[in-house]
Structures are given as structure tokens and as C-alpha cells.
């Protein structure tokens, strides 16, 4: 009798040990496997700021480039990707890195952060820039519109907005002047007669937004805080990519069903993308921020010579990053 309950108790410890062993948690990152190369569609500002940034300017439009990548649509869905890929490897908006739940790597030895960006020691960084229609392709309450619009941004409350929502500022917040301070200086009288009229929800004036995706948290947080200072005002957002912003503010859908009020790129506009005078400009600064997976382990700083070799190579696995 005894001798079959020591027997039965090594049986159910020999169980307990199996069990422990299929539930417990592999030690270390397989180096072994192929990087997930994540990369954005070729109308993305991000995608252009990233790979000029890298010394590879030839993989910002040629998907060819990059063989065999995964796109991502947008910076979230960018986001999204390397959060569920653990040998994932991606690039995302510095504005977008605190509730990404990505692992940020540091970029030639310099980690990614504002001072950095500002102090120009992190160079993988661009700016948000803005972009609007002309007088003549709108009405002149639209244009009045979008000119009180843009000068909220510049305000003491548009650009502590900017910094609420991971933007950066290179000008001191606190020097700044209130919306209402802008509004009483005599060259924005007519500006301040259209935002101090009372207007019924029916007869608001729609402007839309559209453009990049990394800018559109910032876009949408100014357009809402604008709207409750100018009764008149309803914003329609639709951000695709930073290619949209001229085509549907100057470009070739200017007057069509894409047509857009203000664009925003998160990119600088090329030498196809000629503004009108005084209709574009400098939101604010961002970082491009190299990101992977939690699990990963293995990495912590990159360089661009490393993420070229990465993005040019098809099948590379994480052992050949050197």
C-alpha cells in the first residue's frame, strides 16, 4: 500500500513538472528570426522624413526599394503592427510615442525626446508644416475662417495645445500672446467681427482638414479648442497622408470632392508643390522615433547604416544587425 502512494506521488510530481515546463515563459529573443520590416505607403511624410533621414532618399517613392516590407496605412495602424509583431520593426511620430506601448531605440546613441529634437542632437526629426487654399478658391467667410484659424495656432492657448499633445514648440509658450490679445490688434479687426458673431449650429461654415496622420491628434485638439472661440466654425477632419495636404488645398484636387481647406504634412513640401504666398508655414517640430516590440531585447540603439542594411535587405534576420 505504501508502496503504490509513493509511487502515485512521483507520478503526480513528474506531472507538476511538465506542467511548470509548458507554462513558463521563453528566457530570451530569437535572434534567428526574420525582422518584420514595417514601412509606410510612399504618400506618407513620415516615410519620406525616415528614409532621407537614413541616407536611403531613393526608398521614399519606390516600394522596390524595400522588398518584400509590410505596409502600414497610417501611424496607428503602424503602431498597431509592431505592437502585435514581436520581430517587428517600425517607424512612428515622437507625438504618438507615449501611449504607443512600443519600445522606443535610440538613434546613433542619442535617445528620442524633445530636447533633443530642439537641441538638434536627435537627428531623425522634421517638421509639421501646414499648408491652406488661396483667397480665390473660397468664399470670403471661408478664407476669414482659415486665417483666424492659423492665427490660433500662433496663441498662447494654440501652442500650449501644440505641446499637450506631444508637438514641439521652439518658442516660449509663456511670451506668447492670448487669442483675444491677437484678435484686438487692427489688422485682425475683421477676423475678430466674424469670431465674436453668434452663428446658429445650421449656418456654421465648414472647413475641412486633412493631410498628414501623424499631425491629425495635434489638428483635431486645435480645431476643437478654435471652434469654441468662433461660433461660426465647423471643422470636418480627413487625414490621409501628408500627399494629400497641397494636392487638395493648391494641387490637382483643389476644387474636387477631395478639396481641402488646410492641409498638414509632416514633411517638408517638395520642389512639385509650389504654395501661394503667405498660405503655408511651421506648425511645430517632431521626432521620427525607430520602434519595436516589448519583447525585444536585443537592441537598444540603432544606427542609420544599420537601418538601411535592414529596410534594403529582404529575409535579414535579427542575428545579422551588426
Known amino acids: ?29 530569437d535572434t534567428t528570426k526574420v525582422v518584420t520590416r ?12 525616415f528614409f532621407t533621414a537614413i541616407g536611403y532618399a531613393e526608398a521614399k517613392e519606390d516600394d522596390s526599394k ?19 509583431d514581436e520581430y517587428g520593426i517600425g ?54 475662417l482659415i486665417q483666424a484659424f492659423v492665427l490660433f495656432t500662433t496663441s498662447k492657448e494654440g501652442q500650449g495645445i501644440i505641446k499637450a499633445k506631444d508637438g514641439i514648440t521652439t518658442k516660449s509658450i509663456a511670451s506668447a500672446l492670448s487669442f483675444q490679445e491677437l484678435l484686438d490688434k487692427e489688422e485682425n479687426k475683421e477676423i475678430k467681427a466674424l469670431c465674436e458673431k453668434p452663428c446658429a449650429a445650421s449656418d456654421q461654415i465648414e472647413i475641412k482638414f486633412g493631410g498628414s496622420t501623424s499631425v491629425e491628434k ?26 494629400a495636404a497641397y494636392k487638395g488645398t493648391q494641387g490637382s484636387e483643389k476644387t474636387s470632392v477631395n478639396k481641402l481647406h488646410v492641409g498638414f504634412l509632416s514633411r517638408e513640401l517638395n520642389a512639385s508643390e509650389t504654395p501661394a504666398d503667405n498660405t503655408s508655414g511651421m ?20 544606427t542609420k547604416e544599420q537601418l538601411k542594411k535592414i529596410y534594403a535587405t529582404e529575409n535579414i534576420k535579427w542575428s545579422e544587425i551588426n
Open 1 to 29: 500500500m505504501k508502496k503504490n502512494i509513493l509511487i502515485l506521488a512521483l507520478i503526480c510530481a513528474l506531472l507538476g513538472l511538465v506542467s511548470c515546463k509548458k507554462t513558463t515563459p521563453k528566457d530570451t529573443f
Open 38 to 49: 514595417y514601412s509606410r505607403d510612399s504618400e506618407s511624410g513620415t516615410r519620406d522624413g
Open 66 to 84: 524595400i522588398p518584400g516590407y509590410v505596409k502600414a496605412t497610417d501611424n496607428a495602424n503602424m503602431i498597431s503592427l509592431v505592437k502585435n
Open 91 to 144: 517607424y512612428i511620430s515622437l507625438a504618438s510615442l507615449a501611449e504607443s506601448g512600443l519600445k522606443a531605440l535610440n538613434y546613433e546613441g542619442v535617445a528620442p525626446s524633445e530636447a533633443a529634437v530642439i537641441d538638434g542632437s536627435y537627428k531623425l526629426s522634421r517638421n509639421f508644416n501646414y499648408i491652406t487654399t488661396t483667397k480665390d478658391n473660397c468664399t470670403e467667410t471661408e478664407w476669414l
Open 218 to 243: 495635434i489638428a483635431k485638439a486645435l480645431s476643437e479648442a478654435f471652434a469654441k472661440n468662433c461660433p461660426t466654425f465647423k471643422a470636418v477632419h480627413n487625414h490621409t497622408g501628408s500627399g
Open 283 to 302: 506648425l511645430c517640430k517632431d521626432g521620427i522615433v525607430v520602434v519595436v516590440n516589448v519583447l525585444n531585447d536585443t537592441v537598444t540603439n540603432i
